[in-house]
């Protein structure tokens, strides 16, 4: 293994990448470059693979944490080495913060990985010094925590993230490989004292057990780095049939809501299968799987419960909730806020009182969304046709309310008969935790429209008298 092999890795990986997408501005080359032996190593053969593609730009980006003192230092000793290469370097500063149970080692990952994403456009390619025996460390811990053939596949080669690639060239290089080839190229790295702190879950695997795996079986990396290949292998068959399994229930007909996932015929698919298709469905919209319980319950609940029972299972990032044989993965809320709320009041005013004839409402002041959820388009405009709230007599008597009493009575424009407010939302199938959110305009103490759905019929503007339009496409 030498400097010529490093950059031969890095042009299988990345070279095929950059061809097929052909981003304007061209997609660049970060290394996230620590300046410990691996990433050394790596920043080496970028430099190499620079040289032989000058046309591709190709960078470092060291992060301080902050967390040693040794980080200035660190800091310096890459500004050195960046020069020496002949790469330029970015420094990006985080702070990291360590809450009650949370680890101090996720927390500074999450935070590094965060600053890099911002320095990262669209079909960018990042670098990092993953190697074998990382990878069999990532292993055991995902054995740790009793993970499925997803944890166990461990890390790739090559992985698309949101908006860019993932390349681990050193992936199938061990830890004694690296070492070696560092010290026949006498490059200078930096000795992170943390590592010796076996606290810390992968330095206790580092030091105290992985040595003793392969005093026992030398080939324990190679053979674990299979393992995590065939586990993905299986995985992506399993993701692949999952998703055309999924299709026929998902169902986009819930106003406010996102994709739903029917439960129609949802009972008589095997257990494991319900499992497997609502992890999908919940990756679909790009949330992470529950844990093994959650789901359980999740499963649990959508099955057996009564029809009309409230049901919600809180996941991290998401609750699970069911309305009208649906479930739901509902982003966690954000309550409006007053300033929001009396910003969309002078939004309709203006609107009446003839000082704009069209606004638009952010979409995120009143909805959290996930990402494939499509929030509704509010836009309040002045008119003389179509389906619209006559122009109130007083201004001052103009109010915007949200959440009503369910036994108000209103009429909307579409119905012939006047109706209770609980009965017309089951009517609209505007699931229970939307509806507080729906602005409802008030002309004194009359609910005179709910903006995106309705106007009251004895509200409607006459002939062609100019009046508001309140975004009725809300329900198309």
């Not at 997803?150 to 890390?155: D, E, N, S």
């Not at 080669?157 to 070696?180: F, G, M, N, T």
């Not at 044989?325 to 309709?348: H, I, M, N, P």
């Not at 109010?399 to 009429?411: D, E, L, M």
Request: glycine letters at 4%.
């Amino acid at each position: 293994m030498n400097n010529t092999d490093i950059c031969a890795n890095i042009a299988r990986l990345a070279l095929p990448l950059l061809t097929h997408c052909a981003s304007k501005p061209a997609a660049k080359l970060v290394l996230a470059y620590s300046g410990g032996v691996d990433s050394e190593v790596l920043a080496a053969g970028l430099s190499l693979f620079s040289q032989f593609h000058p046309e591709i730009d190709c960078r470092l980006l060291h992060v301080h944490h902050g967390l040693s003192a040794h980080a200035d230092s660190w800091t310096e000793h890459c500004r050195k080495r960046a020069a020496f290469y002949g790469l330029p370097l970015i420094v990006e500063k985080v702070s990291v913060q360590k809450g009650k149970r949370e680890s101090l080692e996720a927390k500074a990952r999450a935070a590094r990985y965060h600053a890099i994403a911002q320095h990262l456009h669209q079909n960018d390619i990042l670098l990092t010094a993953h190697h074998e025996d990382d990878q069999l460390e990532t292993l055991l811990l995902a054995l740790k925590r009793g993970q499925g053939p997803k944890g166990l596949a461990a890390m790739g080669e090559c992985q698309r993230k949101d908006h860019y690639w993932l390349l681990r060239p050193l992936l199938s290089v061990s830890r004694q490989q690296i070492e070696a080839l560092a010290a026949s190229e006498a490059l200078v790295h930096i000795e992170d004292d943390s590592n010796q702190d076996d606290s810390f879950d992968r330095n206790f695997l580092r030091l105290e057990i992985i040595p003793a795996l392969k005093r026992r079986w030398p080939s324990y990396a190679q053979t674990a780095s299979r393992s995590a290949r065939l586990c993905a292998e299986q995985q992506a068959a399993i993701e692949e049939e999952a998703a055309s399994r999924l299709q026929p229930y998902l169902d986009e007909t819930t106003p406010l809501e996102g994709t739903g996932f029917s439960l129609a015929d949802f009972s008589s698919e095997s257990l494991i299968w319900q499992k497997l298709l609502f992890r999908s469905y919940l990756s679909s919209l790009g949330l992470a799987a529950p844990s093994s319980s959650q789901l359980d319950q999740i499963i649990q609940q959508q099955l057996l419960a009564k029809e009309d029972a409230k049901l919600s299972v809180d996941c991290e990032q998401y609750q699970v909730k069911r309305f009208a044989g649906k479930a739901f993965a509902v982003a966690r809320a954000t309550a409006s806020t007053d300033a929001e709320k009396a910003c969309l009041l002078q939004q309709l005013l203006a609107v009446i009182n003839g000082d704009k004839t069209c606004v638009n409402i952010p979409k995120s002041f009143f909805f959290s969304q996930n990402k494939t959820q499509v929030a509704p388009k509010w836009t309040l405009s002045i008119s003389a046709t179509g389906i619209r709230l006559a122009l109130p007599r007083d201004l001052a008597s103009v109010s915007i309310k949200y959440g009503a009493p369910s036994s108000v009575k209103c009429q909307p424009h579409f119905r012939p008969k006047g109706r209770e407010l609980k009965k017309l939302w089951q009517e609209l199938q505007i699931p229970p935790w939307r509806r507080a959110q729906v602005p409802l305009i008030y002309y004194g103490e009359h609910l005179v429209a709910a903006v995106g759905f309705w106007v009251d019929k004895a509200y409607l503007a006459k002939g062609d008298d100019l009046g508001v339009q309140v975004a009725l496409e809300a329900l198309r």
